[in-house]
């Protein structure tokens, strides 16, 4: 990370490395925040509710918003919501969420913060980074003294009129969530007194809440305050961002591991790969001209989306964890899984259609190919085994009599099926 004097010397062009990036969705009074940004160090702070136990990747982009800003000088801080995680933010859901528990919502609370601190500097000098939690000060608060100070500065016309809230009006929406806007506005005005924060980023989604942040600091005393916003992410084939044919990606290896994620982002289409990379790695804009240009050229080699993988697994996971996602990679794609690891070889599994066996001596292939779901039928498996396109730990079997024996299983467990170059099921004997 950066590390800044107490007389930093800030680039000139951070606004114009976000838009570059496609990071700048809207800004309030950008000229403005501009020439702060390039005369003193800014306080800046983005929101992250615990609404799980770990953050997904489509938290990433604000985060590494927040790390881009304290690379250049500026210090972040990262909110988490352990406060307004037990009501809800209704922007943009159609229906309400689920409340969760006090203690579940303390429970993830911290998961988030050991998260956060993996990304952010805390102890970079003088602009180190700061995590918070508005529990510390939305529960202690007095509820007659909040509505009288704090939600007299908001009429009902002003919050009917903002996105997250009208457009749950046919659904119904609850007071509770209603109220969500006003709290996340206090938050602000919060970090603005205690702090002296003056940029709030987050999501297009946000947009509403923080000009309603803006607008309460306005009101309750004013000061220098700007808002920013970071598109949603999407794909360009529609699909939804951040989800894997095995449900979300996670930023918490024990429930998307290391192979899963690597593979998530090796797997990025051709019209999305660039985009992600000036989204989701540090790489100059001269390097992400050059894999362009390849991607151009010579876009079977798949440059940008290896570089893509390998990038954001590292920042995420670790030098290591991209290490062993490789391997496991180029071991599937050879077919030689005997090089793998124990722990390489379940964490592979884990990412591929996979069963439980019973244990037993000498099984059938054909019962094994239909029980990994790689054959749907005994005669689909026959067809398969007599075209020659079924192989057992990277070992092609021929005989419509073959079985699958202790002997061959690795590690005493696992065994690895492939049929043709790209399905593979593994198979767990227990």
């Known amino acids: 990370m950066t590390s800044t004097t107490d007389n930093p010397v800030l680039p000139q062009d951070l606004l114009d490395d976000l838009e570059y990036r496609g990071l700048l969705f809207q800004v309030t009074n950008r000229e403005n925040l501009s020439s702060k940004l390039s005369a003193e160090r800014v306080v800046l702070y983005c929101g992250f509710d615990p609404t799980a136990d770990s953050l997904h990747i489509g938290s990433l982009l604000p985060i590494l918003t927040l790390r881009r800003f304290q690379n250049a000088g500026h210090l972040p801080i990262a909110l988490v919501g352990g406060g307004t995680g037990l009501i809800g933010d209704p922007s943009g859901r159609s229906t309400e969420r689920s409340l969760n528990g006090p203690e579940t919502v303390a429970a993830w609370t911290d998961s988030l913060k050991r998260q956060l601190s993996r990304f952010l500097d805390f102890d970079a000098q003088p602009n180190a980074a700061k995590l918070v939690s508005n529990y510390d000060w939305l529960a202690p608060l007095d509820i007659i003294a909040f509505l009288r100070d704090v939600g007299k500065n908001f009429t009902v016309n002003y919050m009917l009129a903002k996105d997250s809230v009208d ?54 005393g004013g000061g220098d305050a700007y808002g920013l916003t970071m598109p949603l992410v999407t794909k360009s084939d529609g699909k939804k961002f951040g989800k894997s044919e095995s449900g979300a990606v996670w930023l918490d290896r024990n429930k998307t591991t290391a192979y899963q994620f690597y593979q998530f982002w090796i797997n990025t289409d051709d019209a999305d790969v660039i985009r992600f990379l000036k989204y989701f790695t540090f790489l100059s804009r001269q390097e992400i001209e050059a894999l362009e240009e390849e991607l151009k050229t010579n876009p079977e080699k798949r440059a940008a989306q290896k570089t893509l993988a390998r990038e954001v697994t590292r920042l995420v996971h670790g030098e290591a964890a991209v290490e062993t996602a490789e391997k496991v990679t180029q071991s599937l794609f050879s077919g030689d899984v005997s090089q793998l690891g124990e722990d390489e070889l379940a964490e592979a599994i884990r990412d591929m259609a996979s069963a439980t066996v019973e244990d037993g001596d000498d099984l059938p292939l054909i019962d094994l190919l239909v029980a990994s779901g790689l054959a749907a039928s005994k005669s689909q498996a026959r067809k398969d085994i007599e075209s020659g396109a079924v192989y057992v730990n990277g070992e092609k079997f021929t005989g419509l009599d073959s079985v699958v024996s202790r002997g061959q299983r690795l590690f005493g467990k696992y065994v690895i099926l492939r049929r043709g170059k790209k399905n593979y099921a593994g198979i767990t004997f227990q």
């Open 167 to 220: 457009s749950r009006l046919a659904q119904g929406i609850s007071f509770t969530e209603f109220s969500y806007m006003i709290l996340q506005s206090y938050d602000f005005y919060k970090l603005h007194t205690d702090h002296g924060c003056s940029l709030q980023i987050g999501g297009s989604d946000q947009w509403g809440n923080i000009t309603a942040g803006l607008d309460l600091i306005g009101k309750m």
